[in-house]
């Protein structure tokens, strides 16, 4: 016995000593391509088809060389000043934001815009590789009826609820001049990922005066559906260079910017930009609902009440039930078909 347990200790040993040899899964190093050479292909891109082309107009004012002078002259001084230092550091400088903004907007203010809008992929979403630097303050406020207004800007949160009317929309204009605006959801679509729905769309504005527009498509209010996270809503202006007269469907609000805008391009340019996300609220429920009760009553509205219902089948669940209808779907046509259920046919 004791021989045999060294000659098992020994076949362990043995086998434990035992090294496989690795084997290379796909090619050799020396024949395959590196991860930077797999991922340039992959996302590769032809500058022909990809280069961004700016579609908007051109910078209204520019500052002279003498405007940047002065400019650097300004901050210099400013810099320069130790009282104004000094009540910075103890929280008592005062500042006309007003008068801020309004700085802001005459020079930075469209490329920052341009720049948000591009982090949340609104001008790709829209036009593919074209863009513009929305020169022309846009302003969208939502009145909240208690005294006070909800401004859209690049990227704010407004929920359904805020936003259940049209808002007020204002913007610097000639009188003479025609405008369009255009409310479209980027990711709300039901069936068709690719398109959006078009939510506002106003022709023929003259001036900034919106309630003298022609509107082609009614207001609707956002309708992110639950679970689907925050979608984005984006006003974009357009300036026209005439009378237009759209050719846009109005049944199902389907949309797509970009193939609209090909077709207008040579009578519109986008000018004005403001965008907010959105997500469910028990408004969008209350909506859909409201939606289910006219459908339900313009589909009664044609049924006559004193028409017999249609004889019941005599070997009911001996016809046939497609093949691809799903299992649950088939048991549920079976009790219909019986008369089963918590409430019988009067």
Sequence with gaps: MLNSFRGVWAANIQLQQIRCAHR????????CRTIKERLDELNYKDELYTTRIDIGLPQMKKLSEGSRR???DHL?????????EQLA??????????EAKKEWLNTLGPQHKKQIADHYGIFEHLYGEGYFIPYLNLEVLYDLKNGSYLPVYTGNDIKPAEALEYPIVNYESDPDSLWTLALTSLDGHLTEGDKEYVHWLVANIPGNSIEKGDTIVEYLQPI???GTGYHRYAYVLYKQDGNINYDVTKEDRTFVTREWYQKYQDNITPAGLAFFQTNWDISVRDFFHKINKEYLLRKLKDEDPFKAPPPPLKFPNAQPFPKNMPSWLKLHEKKIRLGWGRVNDV
């Design 89 to 98: 550091r103890n929280h008592t400088l005062e500042i006309d934001l007003n």
């Design 70 to 72: 002065c400019k650097l």
């Design 24 to 31: 290379i899964r796909g090619k050799a190093p020396i024949f």
């Design 76 to 84: 210099k001084k400013i810099k320069a000043d130790k009282n104004l």
């Design 224 to 226: 992110p559906l639950k």
